[in-house]
């Protein structure tokens, strides 16, 4: 559902290889998603066969209640790092609050860029 958060509406095709999960779990996932009403799928504008998935309104709720939920845990587990370790690793905390940006992601090596390799 984070995928979807972050990339929707997007093809089922995509979030396999965003997530790294293999099209037939992504498709059965999706199934029990779209079962418990929190993501919705509808056939792409461009290509009538591609299904695009969706978070429904219920699925955005249920994404953004565990997201806050999951950054306040992060948030304790950080302020429990002894100050020395933490300017350790303070680079790290830091590149990790920046806003997702999905084409930064694409363009790494190993990722894709418009569905094309490289």
Do not use: Y
């Not at 999960?21 to 290509?47: F, I, N, P, Y």
């Not at 978070?55 to 806050?68: C, N, P, R, V, Y």
């Not at 002894?82 to 090596?109: Q, Y």
């Amino acid at each position: 559902m984070f995928c979807l958060w972050l990339t929707a509406p997007v093809e089922a095709k995509k979030v396999a290889e965003l997530t790294g999960m293999s099209r037939a779990a992504v498709s059965a996932l999706v199934a029990t998603l779209e079962r418990d009403g929190l993501v919705a799928k509808d056939r792409s504008l461009d290509d009538g066969r591609a299904v695009q998935l969706s978070l429904t309104a219920k699925g955005l709720q249920a994404i953004t209640s565990d997201f806050h939920a999951h950054n306040s845990r992060e948030r304790e587990w950080a302020a429990a790092v002894p100050s020395k370790l933490g300017s350790a690793i303070s680079p790290v905390v830091t590149a990790s609050r920046r806003p997702f940006d999905i084409d930064e992601f694409e363009g790494r090596p190993g990722g894709t860029r418009h569905g094309h390799s490289g």
